[in-house]
């Protein structure tokens, strides 16, 4: 197969420059498995085979449409229902064993519930989780803390991105418009992001990564984290990859009374949350997690972990902000190298005078650039997001917007304004030169 010709020559190359670190492949085996039924690529050139016929040709483009479409593979009854039934089993070992051999590491997409039957049929193969949900991180981890031979895995996907949308749907109730029932069944228009990462679109770091702080075992302590409250106290449910809609913060203005969640990370044994002094209950944590429901108000959120026999280990808390609104614009540098090539990122956030963030509500806001800058993107994280990242005018989600100056041909200085209704404007001022190092 040619996929596998090049992995060995990839292989052979790197091992060329360099012998003294390991190697690996994040082959989808699922996906190959499926590919290689039915056509003669194993032993076969696929470019020569579909020159050979019409009919091969459309024979390859239905197994790649298969794919995707997810189209059902026939089993024997007495292996339905298996996580890894043995018909799978023999095409997968047959559609790797022409690679798998050369590698240090063998990498395998979403086969973290396959890796006891992998070790039992290669027992002298380190394994590694090269593309796993992010909602398995703590069963992953644990295993592989477990068992030597897996090393550990990478998640898809750390960071949203524009397209794939079909990764990652979420609902509340009854409210099926942006959810299908599967992985393969897409999202309906304004889709436009794969909405499944740790970072949203514009770099913010959400709270779910205190789950994998905590698997990895780098992390002790309690975080808390609460739902937008505009969901009639209904939580999510997502197809996959992702647990939680909750944010970092406790500032929904015009949200008063409307029921909600806190999230609560820790590796205590139980968890209690408290609004402003009043218990919401106790609960037994579970993989470092638990939910509790609540009503918002404004005040503070107190979270409490608590240890076997009943002693406080941590406490935390998160409070609503001041009353008056404004924007606060942080720039990642003050200066840019002339030329056109370099950029810089603005954090334009809705905070209090202090800079504590207001996620709700949402606030239109502009930007002008004047002097020897460009605007190249303005926009929010929103997954559902009609509006165009050229626009000089955009809505927040969250709280939050990300502008992207591009620097000018020529040096000289460069003014930044933001406004929105009701606010006083921000400005940034930057400076483009010569003989300025880009990273």
Known sequence: ???????????????????????????????????????????????????QDPAHKELDWKNFVKIFMGAALNLPDEEKGMVYPPSYVKKDEEATKNLYPYLDVAGYNYYN????????????????????????????????????????????????????????????????????????????????????????????????????????????GIFLA???????????????????????????????????????????????????????????????????????????????????????LYRNSMKTAGAKTKITATADKKQMQAGGDDVCYIQVEITDEQGNLKLLPEHNVSITVEGEGTLQGFGSAYHMNEEKYNQKTHRTYLGRLLAVIRSGKNAGNVKVTFSADGMAEECVELQVANGIKVF
């Open 226 to 312: 609460a739902q937008p409250p505009v969901h009639q106290g209904i939580a999510p449910t997502f197809v996959s990859y992702k647990w939680t809609d909750s944010v970092d913060g406790w500032t929904f203005e015009g949200c008063e009374g409307e029921k909600t969640f806190v999230d609560v990370y820790t590796d205590a044994c139980e968890a209690e949350v408290l609004v402003n002094g009043v218990s919401q209950g106790r609960q037994k944590v579970t993989d470092y997690f638990a939910k509790f429901p609540c009503v918002y108000e404004p005040g503070e959120v107190v979270a409490i972990g608590y240890d076997e026999s009943g002693k406080e």
């Open 113 to 220: 519930d396959k890796y006891d039957t992998l070790h039992e049929l290669h027992p002298e193969r380190v394994i590694l989780g090269t593309e796993t949900q992010a909602d398995k991180i703590v069963k992953t981890m644990r295993h592989a803390k477990e068992h030597p031979y897996v090393i550990g895995d990478f998640i898809w996907t750390l960071q949203d991105h524009l397209g794939e949308a079909n990764v990652c749907g979420i609902s509340y109730g009854q409210d099926n418009a942006a959810k299908r029932t599967s992985y393969e069944d897409g999202r309906e228009y304004p889709w436009l992001v794969n909405y499944s990462g740790m970072i949203d679109l514009i770099g913010t770091i959400l709270p779910s990564t205190h789950l994998f702080e905590f698997a990895w075992g780098e992390q002790k």
């Open 1 to 51: 197969m040619k996929g596998v010709r090049i992995g060995r020559s990839m292989l052979d190359t790197i091992h060329s420059y360099d012998n003294t670190r390991l190697t690996t492949f994040c082959p989808s085996v699922h996906w190959l498995r499926e590919y290689l039924d039915g056509v003669p690529y194993l032993t076969v050139d696929e470019d020569e085979w579909m020159a």
